[in-house]
């Protein structure tokens, strides 16, 4: 259904002509076209435009006598048709305008030429038969009426539109969380993107990651992967590692010294036996011999004097060799203790200098490396104690004790330390690299707890199914629609069969007979060869047996409409609920056939119904009085071209043009609304002071339809002659109603009454006799 013409550019009178700003009622509401849609306008004033514009719509084509034309025309449910779209609209329409006349009843230019056949169903029994089992079994396609064909169709649309809505359902609601998911703010991924990457993260990429997760060989991060990548991600790079010195010790080196002199045995001549047998005694025995030696000549411990003889046994007993033992095992452990001392600051590992991916190993280094130091340590204190034992007792040999030798693992130590310091400042390159590995892995994860909440794979697997369903529901339905198609081209094929161009000009004459009674003029048809030994039909015009030929202008015209209104009846058209639009049917007629018209258009086309929207134009009123009678008010819509120089317009129908058949049932409804009025509304000032003239008017239709015939011969006072004789005689109704309506009508020699209000008291009384 056309709505409206939403625009029209640069076409004859319609230069810019926008629908919206002009077609309003009086509350200012846009009003579009009805079922039915009656069109009034003067010659010249653009009606004939405005069919263009639809025939355009037909054909596909318009004419390239408009320079640059653009209009855009408003179909129901469908997209605006253009210039630039002229068919896109996929209606079937049918114009009657002059540009008809001229692409189809060519005669009417040239005598010489004939009018294009059409064909309409003939008659053949069997074939008729067969098409009405066709279409009883294809059914109808009324809407709420369905029947056959149509109504599987129907029930079809109904059970896919339920399944393909479940389908619908399913997946958008799972959409929907894959979408919240990847781009909410600010909790989607998209979001994210400091902890998962991605700033151009969205649904697809989603489904993307949801894959991988699914994949047999995908395993998430764990809780402790998860802070590891986390610490992973707020780190930035860092300087360089500087090595540490390499700590060494000879550990075989110490361990023969110290075997050397725990075991080196001492002279045993000049010895004194009880201090060799006793080593603490022979330690404080040296301990006194130096606190005495060149100090004091009596024991300090017994008072004795210490005689030379004593002196000579003590330095014999504690000599050269004894002291210089005693001295290199002091030094040896001196050594060894330094040793100890500087083993404990040896590899002094900071893990903070590391990134965060290598101090779980830098941590076990470190316990290995005190492990090391302290297993050494351990080692070198045992030698410590075994050279003090042999100083404690200078005099006899020890055996020595074997250690374990842990000095190699401690450079093992460092060179691992070495390895991580060497790593580490190679992955100073390479952090961007991993804190985006660390990044995907993350989001990973994160995907692969969503999944587990919303539960993907059986929403998936169910959508699966649900498609399936409305997939199998769609092919059926599209099974039922191929099957509706079907049956229509077995039908247009029989019907083909049966094409008759011979029952289209007996239409045209069925018309031309039974609503305008012309049996003299026809239409025949006629069979010649044509070019390919095949045969053509035309149509020609035939006057009491001959071609006619000067037909007269009324006569073109119906010939013309009466074709027009049997081609609605041909193949193309028959049953297809076309948009029809006539344009002026009327020129050239008397009132007679323009009632003809009028009543044909009615009983064919507006009581058939066979139509999806029905246009018609005129200029003439008589024809436009006709119209008005048209059943389907309520679906009718009345409009007015209006041309204002050189510029069209469309409005809707004023009032008076709409309601009132005739300017009498005008006056009349004028005289009723003031005698119903409220005498103080203000807004009623307009039917007091046209009351005069109304009522005049009025009366001298009225009194000279009732009274046609001159009163005594003399037209001086016939009108007050009649409104007496109207009255029954009755003078004071007769001059009250005489005075109102000349004084209100007319203001010469009463030039003052025109500069008061309206109040003569009459006018009630006289109002009130008019209503009576």
Not at 130 to 144: F, P, R, W
Not at 147 to 154: A, C, I, M, Q, W
Not at 468 to 477: M, P
Not at 501 to 512: C, H, M, Q, R, S
């Amino acid at each position: 259904m056309i709505t409206k013409f939403k625009t029209i550019k640069n076409l004859a009178v319609f230069q810019n002509f926008i629908w919206d700003s002009l077609v309003c009622d009086g509350a200012g509401s846009v009003q579009l076209f009805k079922d039915i849609n009656v069109i009034y306008g003067r010659n010249y004033s653009g009606k004939t435009t405005l069919s263009r514009i639809v025939r355009a719509l037909e054909k596909g084509e318009i004419s390239d006598k408009y320079e640059n034309p653009e209009f855009e025309v408003s179909i129901k449910d469908l997209a605006d048709a253009t210039q630039a779209n002229l068919t896109s609209h996929g209606k079937k329409i049918r114009v009657f305008n002059e540009d008809f006349v001229k692409d189809n009843l060519r005669f009417i230019v040239n005598s010489d030429e004939s009018i294009n056949p059409f064909a309409i169903l003939g008659g053949n029994t069997t074939i008729e038969t067969e098409i009405a089992a066709l279409k009883l079994e294809l059914g109808v396609s009324d809407e709420g009426d369905e029947t056959g064909f149509y109504l599987e169709l129907k029930n079809a649309k109904a059970i896919y539109d339920t399944t393909n809505q479940a389908f619908d359902s399913a997946d958008n609601s799972l959409n929907q969380q894959l979408s919240y998911k990847a781009i909410n703010n600010p909790n989607g991924i998209k979001y994210k993107s400091d902890r998962f990457g991605d700033q151009n993260y969205n649904i697809n990429k989603l489904k993307v990651d949801i894959a991988t997760v699914l994949e047999p060989s995908f395993t998430p991060l764990t809780d402790i992967e998860i802070r590891e990548k986390d610490i992973l991600l707020k780190e930035s790079v860092n300087q360089d590692v500087r090595t540490i010195s390499k700590h060494s010790i000879d550990l075989p080196t110490i361990t023969n010294k110290a075997k050397a002199l725990i075991t080196k045995p001492i002279s045993s001549s000049d010895k004194i036996e009880q201090l060799v047998k006793d080593s603490i005694l022979n330690r404080w025995v040296k301990e006194g011999r130096l606190l005495h030696k060149d100090k004091l000549e009596h024991c300090s411990f017994c008072g004795n004097e210490i005689t030379a003889e004593r002196w000579r046994e003590l330095d014999s007993h504690f000599d050269e060799e004894s002291e210089k033992l005693e001295k290199e095992i002091d030094i040896l452990i001196n050594e060894i203790q330094q040793q100890i001392a500087a083993i404990d600051t040896s590899l002094n590992i900071n893990k903070t200098v590391f990134y965060s991916k290598y101090h779980k190993d830098i941590d076990r280094l470190t316990a290995f490396k005190q492990y090391v130091i302290d297993n050494i340590k351990s080692e070198l204190n045992d030698i410590i104690e075994q050279l003090q034992e042999r100083r404690n007792d200078l005099l006899n040999t020890k055996t020595y004790s074997e250690i374990k030798d842990n000095s190699k693992r401690l450079e093992w130590c460092w060179a691992i330390f070495e390895n991580f310091r060497i790593k580490t400042n190679s992955y100073s390159t390479s952090l961007g690299t991993e804190q985006t590995e660390a990044k995907r892995l993350l989001r990973l994860r994160e995907v692969s707890d969503f999944i587990k909440t919303v539960q993907y794979s059986n929403e998936v697997n169910k959508i699966d199914e649900l498609k399936v369903i409305a997939d199998t529901k769609a092919e059926e339905k599209a099974d039922i629609a191929q099957k509706i198609q079907n049956q229509i081209k077995q039908i247009e094929d029989k019907e083909r069969l049966m094409n008759d161009e011979e029952k289209g000009a007996l239409k045209v004459n069925e018309y031309l007979n039974n609503f305008f009674g012309h049996d003299f003029l026809k239409l025949q048809a006629l069979e010649e060869p044509d070019q390919f030994g095949g045969k053509k039909i035309r149509f020609e015009i035939i006057r009491n047996g001959k071609k006619a030929h000067h037909l007269s202008e009324g006569e073109c015209s119906l010939i013309a409409f009466c074709y027009f209104m049997a081609k609605l009846e041909d193949i193309e058209t028959k049953g297809s609920k076309p948009i029809i639009w006539i344009d002026d049917p009327i020129s050239s007629l008397d009132s007679n056939h323009i009632f003809f018209v009028y009543s044909l258009i009615n009983s064919e086309i507006v009581a058939k119904q066979d139509f999806e929207q029905f246009f018609v134009s005129t200029h003439n009123l008589d024809f436009l009085k006709y119209l008005k009678r048209l059943p389907n008010r309520d679906k009718t819509q009345s409009f007015i071209v209006i041309r204002e120089g050189q510029n069209s317009q469309i409005r809707l129908m004023p009032k008076y043009l709409k309601d009132y058949i005739t300017e009498f049932n005008f006056l009349f409804h004028q005289i009723y609304l003031c005698a119903n009025a409220d005498i103080n509304d203000e807004a009623n000032y307009s039917v007091y002071y046209n009351f005069g003239n109304n009522t005049r008017k009025f009366l001298e239709a009225l009194l000279f339809y009732k009274y046609p015939s001159r009163i005594d011969n003399n037209t001086q006072n016939a009108n007050s002659k009649r409104l007496l004789k109207y009255f029954g005689n009755d003078n004071q109704a007769t001059v009250l109603t005489d005075r109102v309506n000349n004084e209100l009508s007319h203001l010469e020699e009463i030039f003052d009454r025109g500069m008061v209000p309206v109040d003569i008291p009459e006018l009630t009384s006289i109002r009130r006799k008019k209503n009576a």
